[in-house]
């Protein structure tokens, strides 16, 4: 079974900085790509940022320039680097895991979700 453990989240004003983190323990055979979605209230789930394997990134339209993702293989660890934090950005940021076990069936694992609160 896979965890993934997130924190860092919190409240910050506008303009501010937040960094997330995300460890994944258990097993996992392959990893394909780590990314982070957001979930604000009354609206859908969407991706944030993502990373797979080779180290390319994919970057919502509304954080580029903003948020950088990066990513620790050795550890299976996943960074969110969030500057010039908008009032916009305010969600619960969950963490997600896309890979292989040891079976290579695919599992895909989400965290409990850290809130990140931009104050205006």
């Known amino acids: 079974q896979v965890q993934l453990v997130e924190s860092g989240g919190g409240l910050v004003q506008a303009g501010g900085s937040l960094r997330l983190s995300c460890a994944a323990s258990?097993?996992?055979?392959?990893?394909?790509?780590m990314g982070w979605y957001r979930q604000a209230p009354g609206k859908q789930r969407e991706l944030v940022a993502s990373?797979?394997?080779?180290?390319?990134?994919t970057y919502a339209d509304s954080v580029k320039g903003r948020f950088t993702i990066s990513r620790d293989n050795g550890r299976n660890t996943v960074y969110l680097q969030m500057n010039s934090l908008k009032p916009e950005d305010s969600a619960v940021y969950y963490c997600?895991?896309?890979?292989?076990?040891?079976?290579?069936?695919?599992?895909?694992?989400w965290g409990q979700g850290t809130q990140v609160t931009v104050s205006s």
């Open positions: 997600n895991l896309d890979g292989l076990d040891r079976t290579l069936t695919i599992r895909n694992y």
């Open positions: 258990g097993t996992i055979f392959i990893v394909n790509s």
């Open positions: 990373i797979i394997s080779d180290g390319r990134t």
